[in-house]
C-alpha cells in the first residue's frame, strides 16, 4: 500500500523553528514530526511512501533516507517550485513515483493514531476523506456530511467539520487538473459537485501541528 506524505512547504506559521529547518523535522515528543507519521503508516501496513520537497528538502532526505530504517521505501518528488498541494500530487503520478493504485495522502505535519489501513476498505469512489470535529482554531470548519457523501460547507458551522489533511485517492481523481500549480482543494471542491466524494468522521487522537502555539499545545 502506498501514501504520499506532503512536506513542501515553507513552514512559515512556525517561525522561528522553521528559520533553517523544514517543518516535517521539527521535532515533537523526541522525534521529527514526519518520523512518528512514517512509523504510524508502518504499522498499518503502508510501507511504500512519495514524500514530495521544496523548502530546506534535502535535510529531509538526509534524515529519512531510502526509509530502510523505518522498514519503509521512501521515494521523493522534488520540486524545484512550490506547485501547490493538488500540483505536487499531479506531479508525483505523472513522472511515475505513484503508481495507478489508490493512495493515501497526508500531511507531514499532522500527529494522530488513525487506522490507515481502514481507508483502503472505504473507496467506494473516487476519493475518501477524514474528518474531525472543529478545533478551537477553526470553528467554522471546511465540510459537511450527508451521510456518507462529502458536502460543501453548511451556513451553520455547527453541522461542519474540518478537513483532518488525511484522505485516500484513486488516481483517476486528478485528471484533468486545472494546472500545473494549485490546492488539493479545488479537485476537491469539483468531485462534491460531481458527487465523487465520501468521507468520515474521526474523534480519535488528532492534531494539525502548523504553528508554534499548536507545538506547544500538544507537546502538553
Known amino acids: 500500500m502506498q501514501a504520499m506524505i506532503l512536506a513542501a512547504g515553507k513552514g512559515t506559521r512556525m517561525r522561528p523553528l522553521t528559520a533553517n529547518i523544514p517543518k516535517a523535522l521539527v521535532m515533537f515528543k523526541n522525534k521529527p514530526l514526519i518520523e512518528h507519521l512514517i512509523i504510524n503508516l508502518k504499522n498499518f501496513g503502508i510501507d511504500q511512501l512519495i514524500i514530495n520537497l521544496h523548502y530546506l528538502g534535502e535535510q529531509i532526505k538526509q534524515t529519512l533516507g531510502n526509509g530502510n530504517k523505518f522498514g519503509v521505501k521512501i521515494k521523493y518528488s522534488e ?4 506547485l501547490d498541494t ?3 500530487i499531479v ?18 505535519d499532522i500527529f494522530t493514531e488513525f487506522n490507515f489501513s481502514d481507508l ?3 473507496l467506494s469512489k473516487l476519493a475518501h476523506l477524514v474528518l474531525v470535529p472543529n478545533p478551537s482554531y477553526h470553528l467554522s470548519g471546511d465540510f459537511s456530511l ?3 457523501d462529502l458536502q460543501s460547507p453548511h451556513n451553520n458551522p455547527e453541522f461542519n467539520f474540518t478537513y483532518a489533511n488525511i484522505g485516500i485517492f484513486d488516481p483517476d481523481f486528478f ?27 474521526y474523534s480519535g487522537l488528532w492534531r494539525n501541528i502548523g ?7 500538544a507537546s502538553q
Open 211 to 217: 504553528t508554534l502555539e499548536e507545538l506547544y499545545a
Open 79 to 82: 520540486e524545484p517550485n512550490l
Open 175 to 201: 485528471l484533468d487538473p486545472p494546472g500545473e500549480v494549485f490546492p488539493l482543494g479545488s479537485c476537491i471542491n469539483r468531485a462534491i459537485k460531481n458527487q465523487q466524494i465520501t468521507a468520515e468522521i
Open 91 to 108: 506531479k508525483a503520478i505523472t513522472s511515475g513515483l505513484l503508481n495507478q493504485e489508490p493512495f493515501v495522502v497526508i500531511s507531514a
Open 146 to 148: 450527508n451521510n456518507n
Open 120 to 122: 483502503f476498505t472505504k
Open 86 to 88: 493538488g500540483g505536487g
